[in-house]
């Protein structure tokens, strides 16, 4: 199995900063896309920013400009550089990838989701 295990949330002001880390553990032999989407009460989950294997980068509108998304392939990791942050960016963050594993002998690609962490804007 894989499981998908994110950091990083808390309180912040307005105008602040914050990153957070998702680390893929497992029998992971493959990772492809890693992206971040975020759910605020009240609301469908949305995306937030993806990110290819190989370092192409999407963003939603909302955040271009003040969001960066990384990785470190080695060690299965995306990261969500968020700066400027307004009370809006309030949600529960969820960290997503398309993960290659071993299971039973074989190989399988499943769509994986962390548990997700909450951060607060204070205005």
């Known amino acids: 199995q894989v499981q998908l295990v994110e950091s990083g949330g808390g309180l912040v002001q307005a105008g602040g900063s914050l990153r957070l880390s998702c680390a893929a553990s497992?029998?992971?032999?493959?990772?492809?896309?890693m992206g971040w989407y975020r759910q605020a009460p009240g609301k469908q989950r949305e995306l937030v920013a993806t990110?290819?294997?190989?370092?192409?980068?999407v963003y939603a509108d909302s955040v271009k400009g003040r969001f960066t998304i990384s990785r470190d392939n080695p060690k299965n990791t995306v990261y969500l550089q968020m700066n400027s942050l307004k009370p809006e960016d309030t949600a529960v963050y969820y960290c997503n990838a398309r993960v290659g594993y071993y299971r039973g002998g074989g190989r399988i690609w499943s769509d994986c989701w962390g548990q997700g962490t909450q951060f607060t804007v204070s205005s």
């Open positions: 497992g029998s992971i032999f493959s990772i492809n896309d």
């Open positions: 990110i290819t294997s190989g370092g192409s980068t």
